[in-house]
T-cell receptor, first 109, second 115 residues
Framework: EDKVVQSPLSLVVHEGDTVTLNCSYE??????LLWYKQEKKAPTFLFML????IEKKSGRLSSILDKKELFSILNITATQTGDSAVYLC?????????FGTGTRLKVLA | GAGVSQSPSNKVTEKGKDVELRCDPI?????LYWYRQSLGQGLEFLIY????????KSGLPSDRFSAERTGGSVSTLTIQRTQQEDSAVYLC?????????????FGPGTRLTVL
């Protein structure tokens, strides 16, 4: 059965800290892995990682994909209170993405 | 429109009633998805539309759930004879293509509460 597991479930840090969020998966016919940030209801897209793009960076956020070990990490450096959200990982063999339950990050001022 | 819109934003209904949830995707997006997110859970795939192809309904949890997409644009998710376990946030997303690796743009969701 295909599955996506995220860890930790929740995390509390102070502003300026660096955090690493984990996403491991077992999916038949892997095609891509997506990271989303969900603050209220609508998830907003962060990164897409595929076989041809295993490392992405945008500002303080970066992500890598390890296709051999079947996991991805999302790094956030110099965290800010605005980074507080649930971070979702989704893995797709095709269009039917399988989502993890997310990591709830709280950044304290 | 500029983004995916959904209505209503909140819906409270009594057990046994039918509800209709609406999704307006981004103009020109051919793929449309419905997901359900229960409290503290990840997104659960419900149904997928791509152009004029037959939808993938494999994620619908029971025959009380149905969805349609008229004219390749607006979609309606209908839940008949609602049950308390149907309470969740229902999210709609659209993308420009169904191919793997295409970013899905999400709407703000409809929070359904079944009393």
């Amino acid at each position: 059965e295909d599955k996506v597991v995220q860890s930790p479930l929740s995390l509390v840090v102070h502003e300026g800290d660096t955090v690493t969020l984990n996403c491991s998966y077992e999916v038949t016919n892997f095609r891509s892995l997506l990271w989303y940030k969900q603050e209220k209801k609508a998830p907003t897209f962060l990164f897409m990682l595929t076989s041809s793009g295993i490392e992405k960076k945008s500002g303080r956020l970066s992500s890598i994909l390890d296709k051999k070990e079947l996991f991805s990490i999302l790094n956030i450096t110099a965290t800010q209170t605005g980074d507080s959200a649930v971070y979702l990982c989704a893995v797709g063999p095709t269009y039917k993405y399988i989502f993890g339950t997310g990591t709830r990050l709280k950044v304290l001022a | 429109g500029a983004g995916v819109s959904q209505s209503p934003s909140n819906k409270v209904t009594e057990k046994g009633k039918d509800v209709e949830l609406r999704c307006d995707p981004i103009s020109g997006h051919t793929a449309l998805y419905w997901y359900r997110q229960s409290l503290g859970q990840g997104l659960e795939f419900l149904i997928y539309f791509q152009g004029n192809s037959a939808p993938d309904k494999s994620g619908l949890p029971s025959d009380r759930f149905s969805a349609e997409r008229t004219g390749g644009s607006v979609s309606t998710l209908t839940i008949q004879r609602t049950q308390q376990e149907d309470s969740a946030v229902y999210l709609c997303a659209s993308s420009s293509n169904s191919g793997a690796g295409n970013e899905q743009f999400f709407g703000p969701g409809t929070r359904l509460t079944v009393l």
